[in-house]
């Protein structure tokens, strides 16, 4: 996509997973989530892996997809419960998954360990035709083991790689945007997680390459673009948004 294409509301929209992650959720916290995804027309809600079945009921005559997490939010799980994360989600309805890495194989050197757990679980995606979203962690890894974790990605062909979960110590910056942008292969996309609450934020990091923004403050965020001062109270968990 152009970075310097007009911002409009369509296209913004099209760009948010309205994220529903944080454990205090309550059922009708998250039948309400997907009621405000569907109301503003976003891309994905993300929901936690038990909600994935009845967010694709409720959203089921919306354009609204139903998105989920694997390995959330540490990405030490096993292979084998990932995969079993990753079968269950898509049956329930997910098309898109956004799975962590395991950032401590990562951070060893264990990159074979790495690449084979991804490649497993986006080989399985793909033949069901549900892309695969990767989230890095950045805040624990160095510029190289960024780079390597790009590097894994494109040999896996993956969708996207993703900068954070919302659980770290930070979320989207620009220099790693601008990293991943740089060292991802131009087929795979780039998401922002982390600290995207405003129309103005959104576009800083659309410019610099992004098609993909998890947020919370998905209200915050489009009314803007509507001509309304938004009164949302959407809040996330911590710091960071999803």
């Not at 998954?97 to 074979?112: N, P, Q, R, T, Y």
Request: net charge negative; proline share 3%.
């Amino acid at each position: 996509m152009d970075p310097n294409k007009e911002l409009t509301y369509e296209l913004v929209a099209g760009m948010i997973d309205h994220s529903l992650l944080q454990p205090h959720l309550s059922d009708d916290e998250i039948e309400a989530g997907c009621a405000l995804a569907a109301k503003y027309g976003v891309a994905t809600v993300c929901v936690r892996p038990s909600d994935v079945l009845r967010a694709s009921q409720l959203l089921q005559n919306t354009k609204v997809k139903v998105s989920t997490v694997i390995g959330f939010p540490h990405g030490a799980h096993t292979p084998e419960t990932k995969m079993a994360e990753t079968r269950e989600a898509i049956e329930h309805g997910a098309v898109e998954l956004d799975v962590v890495l395991h950032i401590g194989k990562l951070k060893s050197g264990e990159f074979a360990y790495v690449q084979q757990e991804l490649q497993r679980i986006t080989t399985y995606a793909h033949a069901r035709d549900v892309k695969i979203k990767v989230i890095f962690e950045n805040c624990y890894l160095t510029e190289k083991e960024k780079i390597k974790a790009c590097e894994i990605c494109n040999e896996v062909g993956v969708d996207w790689v993703k900068t954070s979960t919302g659980y770290g110590t930070s979320g989207a910056t620009d220099a790693d945007l601008i990293l991943m942008r740089k060292y991802a292969k131009p087929t795979i996309q780039v998401k922002a997680a982390g600290g995207v609450r405003t129309l103005e934020r959104a576009a800083e990091v659309i410019k610099l390459g992004v098609t993909r923004i998890g947020a919370t403050a998905t209200a915050a965020i489009l009314d803007p673009l509507l001509g309304v001062v938004s009164d949302s109270a959407e809040k996330p968990v911590n710091d960071n948004d999803y």
